[in-house]
C-alpha cells in the first residue's frame, strides 16, 4: 500500500462507503460523502495552482470542515499547515510566511485578521472561507460550501512517497516551528509507537484493509470523539489519524470552549468508545460533572466507552481514579510530543500507576548532560531521546538547520530525537517524567522542575490548578513562585498549603509563594501557559 492519508482514505471509502466517517453536532457524513467533499475541494486547490508539495493551512475550529479540507490537500499530495485559532495578525502573518502556504480554509468569523495580513503573503493563491454565521468581509474569498457544489471531483492519482507531513509546535519558547516527517515514515511509525503504547493495531500495514473489514464484521470499528482541538498534535494524531486509518469515525464538538457536560452527552449520543484529551486540565472537569450527576441522580450511561487518551500534559493518579470509579475502562496516559512518542501508562480499576510515570517504549534512552547513559534505580536524571526502532523520528524543523541539529541527533551511531525532556528511570525500568528543561527551574544550583512541584500542591484537595514557574532572586539565582486556582474559589491558607507540599517535596522545590487566581489559563489544547503564568507572577509581585 502507498503509506499516503489520502491513499489509505480512499480505499478506506471504498470498502465501507456507507459507514459514518465524521459527526459534528447534527452534521453527519459517510466515508463515500467524506470522499466526495474532499475530491470537490482538491479541485479546487488544484485549479488554484497549487500542486503536491504545496502548503495550505487551516485556520479553523474542530470540525467536518476542518477534515475534509484537510483531506483535500492531501488528496493534491500537499502538507496541510495546522494554524492556532487564536492567533493574532502578527502570529498568523508569521506562521502563515515561514510555512510557505499557498491557500488558507478560514473560519468566517476571522475575516478582520485575512484582511490586515492578506496584502503582505502574495504566496497564497486561494483564501478559501468557511460559513459560520459571520459576515464575509474578505473580498477574495471563495466560499467553502459553493465549492462542493461547483467543483467537480479531482481524479485519483499516484502520489510520491517523499511527500512531507508537518505539524507546527508552539513550544514553550520562541516561535512556532514546523516539525517534519515523510508521511509514509510517519503513519508506519505511528502504528508502531501506538502499538508500543498498548492499542490494538495491525501488525503489517499491508493487511490494513483486511484488518479495517474485519473490525467492520465484528461491529469494533473505533468512534474517537475529540475533546481538544484538532489544530494540535494530540487532538489530530489521536483523535483523527488513528481512528480514520481504522475505517472509524471522529466525533468533534461545535463551537469554542470546553464544556464536559457536552462532551458526556456527545459520547452517549454517539456511541464513542474512545475520548481524547490533554490532563487534568479536561480531566477533572469531566470528572466534577460525573460527580454532580451521580448527586443529582442522573448519572451518565457510558456503555460504549472503552478508553480515554491523553498526551502531553500531567493527569493525576487522583483524577483517574475517580473517573474509574465511575465507569469500568482503560486510561491511556501517553506521554510524546510533536517531536515523538516516548512512553505510556495505563489505568484500569484493578493498577492505576502514580502519576508521571510511565513505561518507557522499546528504544528509548535517558542521557544524562555529561553523555552517559542514567542508570536504573539512580538518582540521576537525564534528557529522553526516542529511536526510530519504534517511534517516528522528525527529518528536521522547517526552515532551522540549526535547531533541528540540536535536537535530531546521533547517539553511538543511532540517530534519536531529543524534544528537552527529563526524566529518572526506577528500579523496575519505568520512568517518572520531570518536565521540559526550558522550563527548569535553577535555584541555589539544585534544578527545579515545575511539573514535580505541581503535582505536588494539585494531592491537595481543594488545589484546582495550578503551574509554577521561577523568578529572579538576588540570592537563589531563582526563586519558585506557584500560581494556584481552588476548587470553586474556596479561600485557603497560603502558610498551612506550603507546610502540606513540605510533607511530599525536598525544602529546596518548595514554593517561595502562592499567588492565588480564580482561572490559571492553559492554552486551547490544556497545555500549560507558562508564559501567562510568570507574566502574573511577577505582576502580582510587583
Not at 102 to 119: R, S
Not at 126 to 146: F, H, T
Not at 288 to 315: C, F, H, R
Not at 379 to 392: A, E, H, Y
Request: hydrophobic share 35%; aromatic share 10%.
Amino acid at each position: 500500500m502507498n503509506l499516503n492519508f489520502a491513499t489509505i482514505w480512499e480505499e478506506i471509502s471504498d470498502i465501507l462507503p456507507e459507514k459514518t466517517a465524521m459527526i459534528c453536532g447534527n452534521e453527519k457524513k459517510t466515508w463515500a460523502e467524506y470522499e466526495t467533499a474532499a475530491s470537490k475541494l482538491a479541485s479546487a486547490l488544484s485549479t488554484s495552482g497549487l500542486k503536491a508539495y504545496s502548503k495550505a493551512g487551516l485556520y479553523l475550529h474542530n470540525s467536518n470542515e476542518y477534515l475534509e479540507a484537510q483531506f483535500s490537500i492531501f488528496k493534491i499530495g500537499g502538507t496541510p499547515i495546522n494554524v492556532n485559532y487564536r492567533y493574532k495578525a502578527d502570529e498568523l502573518l508569521y506562521l502563515l510566511d515561514n510555512s510557505d502556504c499557498e491557500a488558507l480554509f478560514y473560519q468566517a468569523c476571522y475575516g478582520d485578521q485575512i484582511n490586515l495580513i492578506k496584502n503582505s503573503l502574495p504566496k497564497i493563491k486561494a483564501w478559501i472561507e468557511v460559513d459560520d454565521g459571520s459576515p464575509s468581509l474578505v473580498s477574495e474569498s471563495l466560499n467553502y460550501s459553493q465549492l462542493l457544489e461547483d467543483c467537480e471531483p479531482m481524479p485519483r492519482w499516484e502520489r510520491p512517497e517523499d511527500i512531507v507531513y508537518m505539524l507546527y509546535t508552539g513550544g514553550t519558547t520562541g516561535m512556532p516551528k514546523g516539525v517534519m516527517y515523510n508521511q509514509a515514515e510517519f503513519i508506519s511509525g505511528m502504528f508502531k509507537t501506538v502499538k508500543a503504547m498498548g492499542y490494538f493495531v495491525p501488525d503489517d500495514m499491508d493487511n490494513l484493509t483486511e484488518y479495517v473489514k474485519d473490525l467492520d464484521k465484528k461491529n469494533e470499528l473505533p468512534v474517537n470523539l475529540v475533546g481538544c482541538p484538532l489544530m494540535h498534535g494530540t487532538g489530530m494524531w489521536l483523535g483523527c489519524f488513528l481512528p480514520h486509518n481504522l475505517g472509524g469515525t471522529v466525533v468533534t464538538i461545535p463551537g469554542l470552549g470546553f464544556d464536559p457536560d457536552k462532551i458526556w452527552k456527545e459520547c452517549i449520543r454517539s456511541n464513542v468508545t474512545n475520548i481524547i484529551i490533554v490532563g487534568d486540565a479536561f480531566a477533572r472537569p469531566m470528572l466534577d460533572a460525573l460527580n454532580t450527576a451521580e448527586d443529582k441522580n442522573t448519572p451518565y450511561d457510558l456503555t460504549s466507552l472503552q478508553q480515554i487518551t491523553s498526551s502531553g500534559v500531567m493527569w493525576s493518579s487522583e483524577v483517574k481514579a475517580g473517573l474509574l470509579e465511575h465507569h469500568d475502562m482503560r486510561l491511556m496516559d501517553t506521554m510524546g510530543s510533536t517531536e515523538g512518542g516516548m512512553g505510556a501508562s495505563l489505568s484500569t480499576r484493578e493498577n492505576t500507576p502514580e502519576t508521571a510515570k510511565f513505561t518507557l517504549n522499546p528504544g528509548m534512552i535517558v542521557l544524562k548532560d555529561d553523555g552517559e547513559l542514567v542508570e536504573p534505580g539512580s538518582d540521576d536524571m537525564g534528557l529522553l531521546g526516542i529511536s526510530g526502532d519504534i517511534s517516528m523520528i522528525p527529518i528536521g524543523y522547517y526552515k532551522d538547520e540549526k535547531k533541528s541539529a540540536e535536537t535530531f541527533r546521533e547517539y553511538k551511531g543511532t540517530r534519536y530525537s531529543f524534544p528537552g525532556d527529563y526524566a529518572k528511570i526506577e528500579d523496575d525500568g519505568s520512568i517518572v517524567l520531570l518536565g521540559r528543561g526550558s522550563n527548569c527551574i535553577n535555584s541555589a544550583g539544585e534544578k527545579i522542575y515545575p511539573e514535580e512541584v505541581e503535582e505536588a500542591l494539585k494531592k491537595d484537595v481543594n488545589v484546582f490548578d495550578c503551574l509554577v514557574v521561577g523568578l529572579p532572586d538576588e540570592r537563589f539565582g531563582q526563586k519558585i513562585i506557584a500560581v494556584v486556582s481552588t476548587v470553586e474559589n474556596k479561600e485557603i491558607s497560603e502558610s498551612a498549603l506550603i507546610n502540606e507540599v513540605r510533607n511530599r517535596l525536598a525544602g529546596y522545590k518548595l514554593p517561595k509563594k502562592i499567588i492565588f487566581t480564580n482561572t490559571v489559563e492553559r492554552a486551547p489544547n490544556g497545555k500549560a501557559n507558562y508564559k501567562w503564568a510568570k507574566k502574573f507572577a511577577e505582576d502580582s509581585l510587583a
